[in-house]
């Protein structure tokens, strides 16, 4: 017996977008201000936001649209492959960045995520630019810039960090406004450029 679901037009974008903008501030900030001044309490307290708020969320995110596409098939819409990885893989990267903050380890070996959040970045932005979806393009644009940054913090240029903070948070300021612009969208039939 088979069982068909009726596509879904409430993929959990927003979910995911408010994660990553939440875990930006609060990263951005302490990266291009310093403040809060880092310390052992501070650390923890990043960590365990990292973990619980962009990590939880986007992952939550990722698989719900996994799911959907491949189980229920409740999404159709091809460039919603690209949002299930991203989600996903940016939700464990953010688990492993609040642990690793919260314990205190060793940031040096965040040169090889760099490089390889930086190629996911890239493929994010070629899919959604390819499908004119450039609000959700930029998104990816960020997230390189931020990668980029993050590579060359990791091989020992201290500027790189308040680089980094600033492209967290004007990605975040972007990722709010998608969040705003996803929920208005599908809630209130808006039509803002999502």
């Given at each position: 017996?088979?069982?068909?679901?009726?596509?879904?037009?409430?993929?959990?974008?927003?979910?995911?977008?408010?994660?990553?903008?939440?875990?930006?501030?609060?990263?951005?900030s302490q990266e291009l201000f310093g403040w809060p001044k880092r310390d052992e309490?501070?650390?923890?307290?990043?960590?365990?936001?990292?973990?619980?708020?962009?990590?939880?969320?986007?992952?939550?995110?990722?698989?719900?649209?996994?799911?959907?596409?491949?189980?229920?098939?409740?999404?159709?819409?091809?460039?919603l492959y690209m949002a299930a990885l991203a989600f996903t893989a940016y939700g464990?990267?953010?688990?492993?960045?609040?642990?690793?903050?919260?314990?205190?380890?060793?940031?040096?070996?965040?040169?090889?995520?760099?490089?390889?959040?930086?190629?996911?970045?890239?493929?994010?932005?070629?899919?959604?630019?390819?499908?004119?979806?450039?609000?959700?393009?930029?998104?990816?644009?960020?997230?390189?810039?931020?990668?980029?940054?993050?590579?060359?913090?990791?091989?020992?240029?201290?500027?790189?960090?308040?680089?980094?903070?600033?492209?967290?948070?004007?990605?975040?300021?972007?990722?709010?406004?998608?969040?705003?612009?996803?929920?208005?969208?599908?809630?209130l039939s808006y039509d803002w450029p999502t």
């Open positions: 017996m088979d069982v068909m679901f009726e596509p879904s037009v409430y993929p959990p974008l927003a979910l995911g977008f408010f994660g990553l903008a939440t875990g930006y501030l609060i990263w951005g309490k501070v650390d923890r307290a990043m960590g365990v936001w990292g973990i619980w708020l962009p990590g939880l969320c986007q992952l939550l995110a990722g698989v719900i649209l996994f799911v959907g596409l491949t189980w229920f098939e409740v999404f159709k819409e091809p460039p464990i990267h953010w688990f492993a960045l609040g642990w690793d903050r919260y314990r205190g380890n060793d940031a040096r070996v965040n040169a090889g995520v760099g490089v390889a959040y930086m190629v996911l970045s890239a493929l994010g932005a070629t899919v959604f630019f390819a499908v004119d979806d450039w609000p959700v393009g930029l998104v990816f644009v960020g997230l390189f810039a931020v990668y980029l940054s993050k590579f060359v913090m990791s091989v020992g240029v201290p500027v790189a960090e308040r680089v980094m903070g600033l492209f967290r948070l004007l990605t975040a300021a972007w990722l709010l406004y998608l969040t705003f612009a996803v929920v208005v969208d599908f809630t």
